[in-house]
């Protein structure tokens, strides 16, 4: 098993790396890359972006005249970032659980393999490759939660230098809430989690709570999310053709789209005669018109926005279980997208529209590297990694290390990112906005698949080592009886 898991492991490396340079120099042509050079040119963002992105693109000199982008810098950062926070991640997960003892070398050895299996991974390295902010959002949320799980851990290398993961951790904590709106609100929560992981599983750390160190982390923590939602005040600006970031609008795009074709019949006289049939044909056809079907109606009357909460109620007393079922379905998608994503790939699932988009732009330059590697590295993790590590997770699932911060904060994550949203659009999900979960579970199963074999290893030495004592005394009892 450890040879073809080697043989493995090289194989899918080897492609990871021949299809990260090939694609060194590919700008992907996502809707999103447009707006975000266009962002850099003028740093005013509005409310559904951040300042921060744009600002790393100028700096970078990505936009250079009226010439294509120059990428470069910006891929180098990119990358770096996620070979960082990988590697972060991996040691915090493997120094908490300790899966590999108190051995660092062996524990730095396999932190090394998961981290390179993890970012040659296709599908990471795209988004690596990419000028959207998936990367750095994702890579910023991993080295905060390795970084703080390190900080108020107890594993051998949580142990040492405290102070400088919790500065770390800050760090990585006001860039992940600079990068993305919806991260704000991500480490929020993740704070939130932290802090019932400390009062709640370690009642010892109940009066450290007092302690000068944890009031001085705390109050990092805190001025750089409240430093973060100022900036982002200042920095945005209202987009009239966007819906504003409020439960109303939110909840109209999540519930009605793509049924206002059906609900029409059930609609009040009032709405029907302010929405066309036709218009809610156009409106089902795709998401992207939920904007545009919204500011018709607004730019006809302000007082249309109440219709919004009219077909949004009405949707939902006449295709309750619909929505629900859709929404449950998303949410899954978003909190697996390592089972869901090759699934989709090999149309297993129905393949949707933004699984579809995102192969199409990995294929742009060398779409039979692309399926190649897709097909290797997809296979190669459910196949061989993924099992390996529910083994190696079966094995430790009476330890008490099970309960570590490592593993509260990456679930709170993964669910708090997956709720955001599969419940705050109708469309479908999105594998750029489950990359965290995405990267956090890859990197795990690695690691995990990593130590059972470290320890079939330790066993099979064991077993040699029992059978070998046992056939020494039987001769030496032997000899001493002759």
Not at 32 to 42: C, F, G, I, P, V
Not at 83 to 112: K, M, N, Y
Not at 283 to 307: C, G, I, T, W, Y
């Amino acid at each position: 098993m450890r040879i073809l898991y080697l043989l493995g492991a090289i194989g899918v490396l080897g492609l990871g790396v021949a299809w990260m340079i090939a694609n060194a120099a590919v700008v992907p042509g996502y809707g999103d890359t447009k707006e975000y050079l266009a962002l850099s040119r003028t740093l005013q963002v509005d409310p559904y972006r951040t300042v921060l992105y744009p600002t790393v693109l100028r700096l970078c000199g990505v936009v250079q005249g009226d010439g294509p982008p120059s990428p470069g810098l910006v891929y180098a950062v990119q990358l770096a970032m996620v070979v960082v926070s990988t590697t972060l991640f991996t040691l915090a997960l493997a120094d908490s659980l300790g899966f590999f003892g108190a051995r660092r070398r062996d524990t730095i050895a396999a932190v090394l393999a998961a981290t390179a299996l993890t970012v040659t991974n296709p599908l990471i390295a795209h988004f690596a490759f990419s000028l959207m902010t998936d990367s750095l959002a994702s890579s910023f949320c991993m080295a905060f939660i390795g970084s703080l799980a390190l900080a108020i851990g107890d594993g051998v290398w949580a142990r040492s230098r405290r102070g400088v993961w919790a500065g770390v951790a800050a760090v990585c904590l006001a860039l992940l809430a600079s990068i993305r709106v919806e991260k704000l609100y991500v480490s929020a929560g993740l704070v939130v989690v932290a802090a019932v992981w400390l009062v709640r599983t370690r009642p010892p750390a109940r009066a450290a709570l007092a302690s000068p160190r944890v009031l001085v982390v705390a109050a990092l923590f805190v001025a750089a999310l409240s430093a973060v939602a100022l900036l982002n005040r200042a920095t945005q600006i209202p987009n009239p053709r966007r819906a504003p970031l409020a439960l109303s609008d939110l909840a109209f795009n999540r519930v009605v789209w793509p049924r206002l074709a059906r609900v029409y019949p059930y609609l009040s006289p009032a709405a029907q005669a302010q929405i066309p049939f036709a218009a809610a044909v156009r409106f089902d056809a795709h998401n992207n018109n939920v904007a545009r079907f919204r500011n018709e109606l607004l730019a006809r009357s302000p007082d249309n926005q109440r219709l919004f909460d009219e077909i949004t109620v009405t949707t939902l007393r006449t295709f309750p279980f619909a929505v629900l079922g859709r929404t449950v379905f998303d949410v899954t998608k978003y909190a697996l997208p390592n089972l869901a994503f090759p699934l989709e790939c090999a149309t297993v699932l129905p393949q949707s529209i933004a699984t579809n988009w995102t192969l199409s732009r990995m294929s742009e330059a060398h779409s039979r590297l692309t399926r190649v590697v897709l097909v290797g590295a997809e296979a190669f993790f459910l196949i061989v990694q993924l099992p390996l590590a529910l083994a190696a997770a079966l094995a430790w699932r009476r330890s008490p290390r099970r309960s570590h911060p490592i593993v509260w904060l990456t679930g709170a994550v993964i669910l708090i990112n997956a709720l955001l949203f599969g419940m705050g659009a109708g469309q479908d999900a999105n594998i750029r906005y489950a990359l965290p979960a995405y990267t956090m579970t890859h990197a795990a199963v690695v690691l995990l698949s990593l130590a059972w074999l470290y320890r079939s290893a330790g066993d099979l030495a064991a077993l040699h080592s029992c059978v070998f004592v046992s056939w020494w005394r039987t001769n030496t009892r032997s000899d001493a009886a002759r």
